[in-house]
C-alpha cells in the first residue's frame, strides 16, 4: 500500500514569508495529491490537488508542484497571512479499485504577525 | 446544499460502553468513507462504503468495530465495548463517486473520549 511522509511537522513563518511543506509517497503508481487545511476543532478542507500528468498547479496565494521521477509534492504558501495558521495534510490516492486515500501526519503552520 | 452532518460532535463513553457515530453525506453523496484522527496524528482510513455494500474495511480494528450504510438513513459507525485507546476524533466524509475521480468531503467529526 501506499505511505505518505510529511516534513515539517511544525513550521513557525513570519506573517508576509511563505511556507513550504514537503511529502514524499512510496507508490509510483499514485495519481492524485489532494491537500486539506484543518483549523482547529473543524473539518479538514480541500484546498488545492494535483493529478500526475501535470507538474504544478496554483491558485492564488497557493500552489502545489509535483516530481513524479522524485516521488515528492509540495504545498507552498506565499504572502501568509495569520488566517493560514492551521493543520496542512497531504496525501496521495492508492492506484488501488477505487482509490484510497493515504494522509500524512500533518504540518501546523503558525503564522505570527 | 448543506455539508456532510456527523452527529453527536462530541461523545463521552465510560469503558466498555458501546459508541454510535453517524453520519450524512452530502446531497447526492453515495460514497460514504470513516478515517480516525488520533492526537496529534494524521487521518486513517478505517472504511469505505456505498449504499448497503462495504467495499472497504481493510483499515477497521477485527474485533469490536463495524460500520454500516443503509439504504435509508445516516451510515453508522459503531464500536462496541469501547476502550481508552478508541478515544479519537472520527471523520466521516462522503464523495460523489469513487475517490478515484471524485474529491473528498469531510464532516466535523464526533470526538470520543472514553473514560
Known amino acids: 500500500g501506499e505511505n505518505v511522509e510529511q516534513h515539517p511537522s511544525t513550521l513557525s513563518v513570519q506573517e508576509g514569508d511563505s511556507a513550504v511543506i514537503k511529502c514524499t509517497y512510496s507508490?509510483?503508481?499514485?495519481?492524485?495529491f489532494p491537500w486539506y487545511k484543518q483549523e482547529l476543532g473543524k473539518r479538514p478542507q480541500l484546498i488545492i490537488d494535483i493529478r500526475s500528468n501535470v507538474g504544478e498547479k496554483k491558485d492564488q496565494r497557493i500552489a502545489v508542484t509535483l516530481n513524479k521521477t522524485a516521488k515528492h509534492f509540495s504545498l507552498h504558501i506565499t504572502e501568509t497571512q495569520p488566517e493560514d495558521s492551521a493543520v496542512y495534510f497531504c496525501?496521495?490516492?492508492?492506484?488501488?479499485?477505487?482509490?484510497?486515500?493515504?494522509f500524512g501526519a500533518g504540518t501546523q503552520v503558525v503564522v505570527t504577525p | 446544499n448543506a455539508g456532510v452532518m456527523q452527529n453527536p460532535r462530541h461523545l463521552v463513553r465510560r469503558r466498555g460502553q458501546e459508541a454510535r457515530l453517524r453520519c450524512s453525506p452530502m446531497k447526492g453523496h453515495s460514497h460514504v468513507y470513516w478515517y480516525r484522527q488520533l492526537p496529534e496524528e494524521g487521518l486513517k482510513f478505517m472504511v469505505y462504503l456505498q449504499k448497503e455494500n462495504i467495499i472497504d474495511e481493510s483499515g477497521m480494528p477485527k474485533e469490536r468495530f463495524s460500520a454500516e450504510f443503509p439504504k435509508e438513513g445516516p451510515s453508522i459507525l459503531r464500536i462496541q465495548q469501547v476502550v481508552r485507546g478508541d478515544s479519537a476524533a472520527y471523520f466521516c466524509?462522503?464523495?460523489?463517486?469513487?475517490?478515484?475521480?471524485?474529491?473528498?468531503?469531510f464532516g466535523n467529526g464526533t470526538r470520543l473520549t472514553v473514560t
Open positions: 496525501a496521495a490516492r492508492e492506484n488501488d479499485s477505487w482509490g484510497k486515500l493515504q
Open positions: 507508490d509510483s503508481a499514485s495519481n492524485y
Open positions: 466524509a462522503s464523495s460523489l463517486g469513487p475517490s478515484y475521480n471524485s474529491p473528498l468531503h
